[in-house]
């Protein structure tokens, strides 16, 4: 929990007049490099379907097209 709110004020989701965070996702590789991020409003939920694929998307290895599931082709 973020309960100073840190951590969505440094992602940029805090909405400080409400003193909420928007719902982000944020994936970061071993190597800090931001991979993915998904910023929504609080009104919409998140997929865990979609995570699990962007997930599997960035370890394919490769660049994948659009709509790209797990066991298509890469570019």
Not at 64 to 75: E, F, H, S, V, Y
Request: proline share 4%; net charge negative.
């Amino acid at each position: 929990a973020d309960i100073t709110k840190q951590v969505a004020k440094d992602y940029g989701i805090l909405i400080e007049e409400e003193g909420i965070a928007l719902r982000g996702l944020f994936i970061i590789d071993p190597e800090g490099e931001l991979k993915y991020q998904v910023v929504n409003h609080n009104d919409v939920g998140r997929s865990v379907e979609e995570t699990l694929r962007v997930l599997q998307a960035l370890q394919s290895g490769g660049l994948c097209p659009m709509n790209w599931k797990p066991g298509d082709r890469n570019l």
